[in-house]
T-cell receptor, first 110, second 116 residues
Framework: SQQGEEDPQALSIQEGENATMNCSYKTSINNLQWYRQNSGRGLVHLILIRSNEREKHSGRLRVTLDTSKKSSSLLITASRAADTASYFCATDRSNYKLTFGKGTLLTVNP | GAVVSQHPSWVICKSGTSVKIECRSLDFQATTMFWYRQFPKQSLMLMATSNEGSKATYEQGVEKDKFLINHASLTLSTLTVTSAHPEDSSFYIC????????????FGPGTRLTVT
């Protein structure tokens, strides 16, 4: 069953603005990961946050995890046109199987 | 960083034929690989877990006789779509789980299959 649900489904912003994407899930998890996918291409791993962590940073990325609400958010600061892509959250429940959300299509306009 | 390759990157085949897709971990050993499929503008759906030296385990609703998986070595898993039909046209992506070091999954670049 589909675990993760991202919102918004699509987001269009101007370069320099911040982009926030949210992800909700239904069952307990070991960790939650965010991936990026350019159109028609493979996945790029962005960041992993474990179930006992609440916030994690990597460059312009900030991820939060609220296990009580079963939700996570991905913030991209100072966005660039090159950030245009689809972003997926994926939850790892067990055995390293990932369940992906539906994704957010981010468009950053120059 | 760890690299996973897929071959071919795209393939067009006729209905009724079979197509083999390879997934290789180039610089690490992977006892476990995963196969996903992705329809246009949709998310990735896990199809099966490929285990080196043993049978693959399939997710509910995935036909094991249609999607044959072989994981013959620690660096290679193959997915064969048998008797392909147009509805099998999709983007197939593999991932390899690194059992040492970072314990991360690394994704291949994907294979686009079009069945005519």
């Amino acid at each position: 069953s589909q675990q993760g649900e991202e919102d918004p489904q699509a987001l269009s912003i101007q370069e320099g603005e911040n982009a926030t994407m949210n992800c909700s899930y239904k069952t307990s998890i070991n960790n939650l990961q965010w991936y990026r996918q350019n159109s028609g291409r493979g996945l790029v791993h962005l960041i992993l946050i474990r179930s006992n962590e609440r916030e994690k940073h990597s460059g312009r990325l900030r991820v939060t995890l609220d296990t009580s609400k079963k939700s996570s958010s991905l913030l991209i600061t100072a966005s660039r046109a090159a950030d245009t892509a689809s972003y997926f959250c994926a939850t790892d429940r067990s055995n390293y199987k990932l369940t992906f959300g539906k994704g957010t299509l981010l468009t950053v306009n120059p | 960083g760890a690299v996973v390759s897929q071959h071919p990157s795209w393939v067009i085949c006729k209905s009724g034929t079979s197509v083999k897709i390879e997934c290789r971990s180039l610089d690490f050993q992977a006892t476990t690989m995963f196969w996903y499929r992705q329809f246009p503008k949709q998310s990735l759906m896990l199809m099966a877990t490929s285990n080196e030296g043993s049978k693959a385990t399939y997710e509910q609703g995935v036909e094991k006789d249609k999607f044959l998986i072989n994981h013959a070595s620690l660096t290679l898993s193959t997915l064969t779509v048998t008797s392909a039909h147009p509805e099998d046209s999709s983007f197939y992506i593999c991932s390899a789980y690194r059992t040492s070091g970072s314990h991360e999954q690394y994704f291949g670049p994907g294979t686009r299959l079009t069945v005519t």
